[in-house]
Each structure stands twice: as C-alpha cells, then as structure tokens.
C-alpha cells in the first residue's frame, strides 16, 4: 500500500514511523525551506542534508514521484520538495494524509485518493476527508473521527512537565532565523537561543532545547520557532514523541478500516471516476478529448489472477493535458500503466502482456495489462456505451487483441456474460456495461434486513441507513454495499442519491418516514423511484404533511406510497419480495423493457 503524507515534520514523522513499521511504502511531502521543530524526529531534514533518520527509519530526498516510487518500494521514507503534493497524480497513492497541521484545509479534497485522512482541526470527516484524527493533548489524542471534526485550535500548546506557552520559544521580530545553540542543549530561563534581526530569542523556562528552526529560515514576529522541554532528559530529542504516535496509530487505524470498505469511493459521489466502462462519467470524459480531436492513452486490465487492488476492467486514460482519469490499482503497475498509456497516446505501439507483481507490490498477482490509443475512429463506439449507460440499458462491448499492434473496439447487444471474461484461445476480451441499479434503504428493521438480501439478489446495489447502531451493522447485513448510522435527518442530507436510483422508506415511526420524504423529495436532483411502507390512511396524511412542507404536487403524487405490488403480503419476507417485484417492474419500465414473462400483476 502506498501512502503519501502531505507535511514531513513532528507529527507527520511520528505517521510515517508508525505506517512503515506496519509495512506500508510512504512517500512524505513539504516545503523546500522546510519549518519544522524537532528537526532531530523530523523527515523534512532530509531536504535539508539529503538524508535523516528517525529512529533508524532512513529518509531520503527524492527529485521526482518516480524516484520517490522506487526509495519507498526499497524500505526508505521517501521525501519529496512539494508542498501541493502535485506527485498524487503521477504517484495515484491508495492513501492520502494531510499532516500539514495548519489548523485549516490547504486545499486537500476527499476526491484526491481512494482514503483521504485529515489530522488536526480544519477537517471534517465526510466532508473533506474520509476520516480526521485529534491532535489535541488530553483524553481524546488520537481518536479517528469517521464523522465531525476535531477540537478546533486553542492556541495554547499542550502540557509537558507542568508547562504549556511556557516552554514554546517565539520569534522577537521579523527576519531571518539565526540560532545560537543546537537541539539537545542544557538551558536556564533567560539564555539567548536564537537571534532575529539581531534581536534575541531567550528561553522563558529551564530545561532541554527540544527544537529549533533551521539556520535561514524567513519568521514574523511571534512565530514559533524553538521548544523547551523541562524534563530534562536529552535522550528524548532523538524519539518521536508520545503525541506523535498517538496521532499515527489513529491514522493506522482509520488507513485499516477505511481500506477495508469496498464503498469507500462510491460514498464520495455519485458521478466520481472509477476507471472503468461501466462509469459514465469516465466513459463522457473519454468521449469529451476524442469529440475534441485528441488522442487518449488507454490502460485497461483485461484478466487477472491471485491478490490485485483492481480486477479485469479497471481502466486508467491518460489525457493530453496529461492528466489521468481512473485507476488500474495504485502501486507499480499503475505507474507501469502510465507511462504505457503516454506513450500510446504520443504514438507509441499497442501493447499486450502479463505483468507479474513478484516482489513489487505486496498484493503478489498478475495481471493481463492492455495499453492502447483511443482515436476519432473509436468515438461512435464510446458515444454507444455512453448513450447505453444514459438510458440504463445494457450492452457488452468486445475488444479483439489477436493482432496486438492493431486491437479493436465495438459495442453489441448485452450478452449473457455476468462479469468481464478474456478468452486466450481467441484473445479476446468482452465486458458487459451496465449502471448499477443503486438502492438506498432508510430503516433496518425486519422488513429492510429482508429487502437487502432479496435487492442485492435481483442486482440492486444496497446503501442502508438507520439511526439504531444495534441494528445498522455490517455483521448484520452483509449484502449491503454500505450501512451507515444517524440521526434520519442528517441521513437523507447527506446520502448521495442519483437521478436512477431507488428510495425505500421502512423508518420506525410515521414522523421519521416523513422526514425522509421531505429530505428525498426537496432535493434539486430527484431518483428515479420512491417508496414508503404505511396504509392507505398513513399515505394519505403523509402526502397532506408533505405538500405542507412545500414539496411539489407531482413528486408527492409519484411515491410509491402504499409501497410494493399488490401479491397478498403480510411477513416482512413477502412485504420485501412485493417491494422488490416493484423496484424490478419500475427499473425495466425505465429501459423501455415489456413486463416479461409470469402473471401480470
């Protein structure tokens, strides 16, 4: 797993520390005049000296992402001058940290990497990031937050040895940073550590100098530039402190849990770009360079084996503005692709072959990577899938590799494939194309357990939301793509529900079903279907409720409200089959399909 640190100081060291030793690649970023304190435990100083070591971990300075890629694939901390972490891009990292500690967002988006990570204030889990850590000394240090914010800045620093603003050493005026004694000097309240503009920097209180700026470096008056520490024990300057650990094992463990979620960048945005034919979005962007008249290199994984981040028909475009849309998987076989991919779309040759990660990525698989240009020539085909995808209607597109230097594309009808299959004997690769029919189920009680199953079954994508933890639980419902706990009004705000998805409304109470329908139903971007369980007496007053609120006649007038087909259903297992029999019955109404087959209800 790679892992890039925005910031390379104390905190952000004390990260690196902790997510190496767990075997993680970390590629660390900062300024080219770096500020950091404790430059003993710092990463940053290799900017300065060209190497460190923190603890025996060596960090390097690297001059580019590539060189960074290969220093952290060889067991170092590598560090890059890059204080905008530009290197995402090239590097596509599985993780990304912001560990600038600037109490505020510079600029970090949760769409820059598959797990997103803020530490400190100025971060809001869901918002922002996937997960914000606490930085803040005291009980809740460390702590991941999966949803909020951490404690916002006090501006007072954190008790050591009985002192706080005490043991910080400020800059007297503005200038350039001059100091007098080095990081692990005895000192005594009063003795002149540092001069600015001639000015002296003086240590307020007796002890160790636990930090200090470089030599050089621009301050304003007021800037912290050194630490005391008045416990007195010198051999602390070459360790990470307490904090800094603290905060990295909260970043280990959010990196863990978050991995782990398979919905972690459909959470994100409905639209986002996953890389493969199946995401419009990631087809429309294809489709917008080729209508422009420019040329697209295109990676695609068409079969795979054993252990890999991305399976067959993960696909990665680079564009001629040189940025990249979608992901093969992150590590070095996405960089393999990358480079692959330019050169395609610069004129290189097609290309064909298995990579086998061996010892580069941890993952251990192989994988039948196919790099090729897209042109004006394959645009009808792209603007078919596109289109497909638009009207929800399935197809299957197949790409012929017998000639490698000359592949082709098209687009039929859907066949019956279930998942994307190379043939070798014939190398040929073909894929069905479909939208995921995406159902978002408010309540998690008997009738909702049972719906999950019964949706995932009939090829829905399942997101559950319920404000009762004992019962929205993964363990408990397994066949949800996610399952997420709150309070009802802040869940129907913020769950990303597209103009194709389904709404099912099974709340505990009258007034949270409504709640929902009012959260559902105000929306600018209304889903294709909405449901809510009740009597027809329920149904009446809930459409009376709404209509109050302000909701538009023809939307009240469009939820399914008794919900479900009318087959005699009395247990939640047939009140869940009725509910399902419907969503399918809408979603094929939708893709101009005729009843089917069986008796019409």
């Not at 600038?100 to 990031?129: H, Q």
């Not at 990295?248 to 849990?257: H, M, S």
């Not at 294809?286 to 295109?298: D, I, P, Y």
């Not at 084996?305 to 590590?331: I, K, Q």
Request: overall charge negative.
């Amino acid at each position: 797993m790679l892992v890039v640190i925005r910031g390379a100081g104390d905190i952000a060291s004390g990260i690196a520390l902790r997510l190496h030793r767990a075997g993680m690649q970390v590629v660390m970023c900062d300024l080219a005049v770096p500020t950091s304190i404790r430059r003993t435990v710092c990463f940053s100083e290799a900017i300065r000296l060209g190497e460190t070591r923190v603890e025996g971990v060596r960090g390097v300075l690297c001059a580019d992402a590539a060189a960074a890629r290969a220093a952290a694939a060889a067991g170092n901390v590598a560090v890059l001058v890059d204080p905008e972490a530009t290197c995402v891009r090239e590097l596509a990292p599985d993780v990304l940290v912001d560990a600038i500690l600037a109490k505020r967002n510079l600029g970090t988006t949760r769409d820059i990497a598959p797990v997103v990570i803020g530490v400190g204030p100025g971060f809001t889990a869901r918002e922002d990031c996937d997960a914000a850590v606490e930085t803040m000394r005291g009980h809740y240090l460390g702590r991941v937050y999966y949803e909020g914010s951490p404690i916002p800045n006090t501006a007072v620093p954190g008790l050591i040895g009985g002192y706080a603003g005490e043991r910080v050493m400020r800059a007297p005026a503005d200038g350039v940073f001059e100091p007098c004694v080095e990081i692990g000097a005895q000192v005594t309240a009063g003795d002149v550590c540092a001069t600015v503009a001639g000015e002296p920097m003086r240590a307020t209180i007796d002890g160790v100098v636990r930090g200090l700026l470089q030599a050089g470096v621009s301050v304003h008056k007021g800037m912290k530039c050194g630490d005391v520490d008045p416990r007195c024990h010198p051999e602390y300057i070459e360790s990470a402190s307490d904090k800094a650990l603290a905060v990295g094992g909260g970043v280990l463990e959010a990196i863990l849990a978050l991995s782990s979620e398979k919905n972690v960048e459909a959470e994100k945005n409905v639209h986002s770009v996953n890389g493969s034919l199946s995401d419009e979005g990631f087809v429309s962007a294809l489709v917008a360079e080729l209508e422009a008249g420019r040329r697209v290199g295109l990676a695609s994984l068409l079969a795979t084996s054993g252990s890999m981040p991305r399976h067959e028909g993960a696909r990665l475009a680079v564009l001629a503005n040189e940025s990249l849309v979608g992901t093969v998987g992150g590590g070095a076989i996405e960089q393999l692709a990358i480079e692959r991919a330019r050169a395609a779309r610069s004129g290189g040759a097609s290309s064909l072959e298995w990579y086998h990660t061996g010892d580069a990525m941890a993952c251990g698989g192989d994988a039948l990577l196919a790099v090729r240009s897209l042109t004006a020539d394959d645009l009808s085909v792209l603007l078919a899938v596109r289109d497909a995808l638009l009207r929800d209607e399935p197809v299957c597109v197949t790409e012929r590799w017998a000639d490698a230097a000359a592949p082709t594309i098209e687009a039929g009808p859907a066949a019956r494939l279930s998942a994307p299959t190379w043939y070798d004997a014939r190398a040929t690769y073909r894929e069905p194309v479909a939208v995921p029919s995406r159902l978002h189920v408010f309540g998690a009680g008997h009738v909702g357990a049972a719906l999950v199953g019964l949706a995932a079954a009939a090829g829905f994508e399942v997101h559950v939301y319920d404000d009762r933890p004992e019962l929205a639980t993964r363990e408990r419902l397994p066949q949800a793509t996610s399952v997420t706990c709150g309070a009802f009004d802040e869940l129907a705000a913020s769950a990303v529900v597209g103009p194709r998805d389904s709404v099912v409304v099974l709340t505990h109470g009258h007034a949270h079903d409504e709640t929902v329908l009012l959260g559902v139903l105000t929306r600018d971007v209304q889903p294709a279907y909405v449901g809510c369980i009740g009597s027809a007496r329920k149904a009446a007053l809930a459409r009376e409720h709404l209509a109050a609120g302000g909701v538009p006649a023809e939307r009240v007038d469009a939820v399914a409200m008794p919900i479900g087909l009318a087959i005699g259903a009395v247990t939640p297992v047939e009140i869940a089959l009725a509910i399902v029999a419907q969503l399918v019955r809408r979603r094929a109404e939708r893709r101009g399909e005729g009843p089917g087959k069986g008796e019409r209800a």
